[in-house]
């Protein structure tokens, strides 16, 4: 079975960055779809940022794009999402997950669907503050 343990977060002040690590044990991350998702107080869950296995195409959901980055590092297991330019509305209990299909299949079947992914990490927590 995979674990995941996601890390990085903090309090921030509106305009700064933090960056989360989501590191994988159990098994190889590189085989799966990564996505992180967020949980804001009082909202669902949603995704946000997703890197594919093999090829590291990426995938960020418009309110987050330009200011989020995910990347891989494979030989730590690890994936990344650099956050810049952070928001209090970016205040939530953020989590990775992951799922063994390719990001172009995610996306045309849905990529929000939490059912979808077969291990997900504990979240840590992002507040930012104005």
């Known amino acids: 079975e995979v674990q995941l343990q996601a890390s990085g977060g903090g309090s921030v002040q509106a305009g700064g960055s933090l960056t989360l690590a989501c590191v994988a044990s159990?098994?190889?991350?590189?085989?799966?779809?990564v996505a992180w998702f967020r949980q804001a107080p009082g909202k669902e869950r949603e995704g946000i940022s997703f890197i594919n296995r093999g090829n590291r195409d990426t995938y960020y959901e418009d309110f987050v794009k330009g200011r989020f980055t995910v990347a891989r590092d494979n030989a730590e297991n690890t994936v990344y999402l650099q956050m810049n330019n952070l928001k209090p509305e970016d205040t939530a209990v953020y989590y990775c997950?992951?799922?063994?299909?390719?990001?172009?299949?995610?996306?045309?079947?849905?990529?929000?669907?939490?059912?979808?992914?077969?291990?997900w990490g504990k979240g840590t927590q992002v507040t930012v503050s104005s």
């Open positions: 997950a992951i799922i063994k299909l390719d990001l172009d299949q995610l996306i045309r079947i849905g990529h929000n669907q939490r059912s979808l992914y077969n291990f």
């Open positions: 159990g098994d190889t991350i590189s085989h799966f779809t």
